[in-house]
């Protein structure tokens, strides 16, 4: 009976610790923020229009928020958020919190978040660069598997069920021949930069739905059984045999 007493103790115990643990992590303030438009890059580099906001107590009624020791705002209503310009504070490293109250007057004060505003020129200097190297990117995907192509002509018979890969297939505004999108290809928006392998036509191109491909599949079987003459002379043959028959009959 005694033991059994205890263990409820230290049931109840633990039960209101963890209560309490749970109301004590309700009542936090906590400080987050989000880029709105600028530059937000590494080292907590910062630069242009961005958002402060908060999540604290059931009965938070006001948010101060700061840059260092200056309050640059105040929100009396849900939810709390608060945009500025880095443009508008001096340059370097800053300390950002927000400051609560509930609406019986409890003071919370949020975790503190330390960037630094840079200048829009030292931006430029990082995202130029980047930049760069994106189109580097762009020109090695899309030129490398043209060169590497140049004077090659992919010789697949017309109607051949083709296996378009993860990249997905296309087909050529030129000579309507679906085939498979090379892994380098570029993209740009909703279409690719890539080179025909059939005709070498160079452009862009929109990745097909496989039954859009397999269509153009069945539509080159139309174009490998072009219409014969029955008695199978080609045409030119065909004009010199009339011009042969009208000389019988003119004399």
Known sequence: MKKMYVAFLLAVVVG????????????ELILK?????????????????????????????????????????????????????????????????????????????????????????????FLLPVLGVIVVAILLSTLVPLLTSRGKRLNLPLGTERHYGLRGGAICPKCQRPFTLPFFSANLGFSKLAACPFCGRFGLVRVESSVRLRQAEKAELAKAQPDQPVSGETEDEKLKKDLDNSKYQGT
């Open 16 to 27: 209101l610790l963890a209560a309490g643990t749970v109301l004590a992590q309700n009542e």
């Open 33 to 125: 923020m989000s880029r709105d438009w600028g530059y937000g890059g590494f080292n907590n580099d910062i630069q242009g229009l961005f958002s402060m906001k908060v999540t604290g107590p059931a009965d938070l009624a006001r948010v101060e928020y700061y840059v260092d020791s200056t309050k640059i705002g105040e929100v009396t209503q849900a939810p709390f958020n608060l945009q500025f310009s880095t443009d508008d504070h001096p340059l370097g490293i800053h300390q950002l919190y927000a400051v609560g109250y509930s609406s019986s007057g409890q003071e919370y004060r949020s975790n503190v978040i330390t960037v630094e505003f840079v200048p829009e020129q030292d931006v430029l200097k």
